[in-house]
């Protein structure tokens, strides 16, 4: 799994082998159980495809994110992706 970047104590990252469409998960805090809160963005359009734990405002900073750097997180989607 990629670690592509940080937003303050939030982890960026592309997971190697993930499906389809294009995206970047963002990951909060890491407990016991799991995560504190999660999101996916589809990098070709900026698309909120799931979240839970981030505040709305806090979702389009994201979305924001990844559009402004949607050639580097295609890049590096495309580095993740299996070699045949």
């Known amino acids: ?3 592509i970047g940080f937003i303050a104590k939030v982890m960026i990252m592309i997971h190697t ?4 469409p294009a995206h970047v998960t963002f990951y ?3 407990t016991k159980e799991g995560y504190e ?4 963005i589809e990098v070709k359009t900026g698309r909120i495809m799931d979240a839970t734990g981030f505040r709305e405002k806090t979702l389009n900073e994201f979305s924001k994110w990844v559009l402004k750097r949607q050639d580097f997180c295609q890049r ?3 580095e993740t992706r299996p070699k045949k």
């Open 28 to 30: 909060l805090g890491k």
């Open 17 to 20: 082998d993930d499906h389809e």
């Open 1 to 3: 799994m990629p670690n």
């Open 76 to 78: 590096r989607w495309n």
């Open 37 to 40: 809160a999660r999101a996916r």
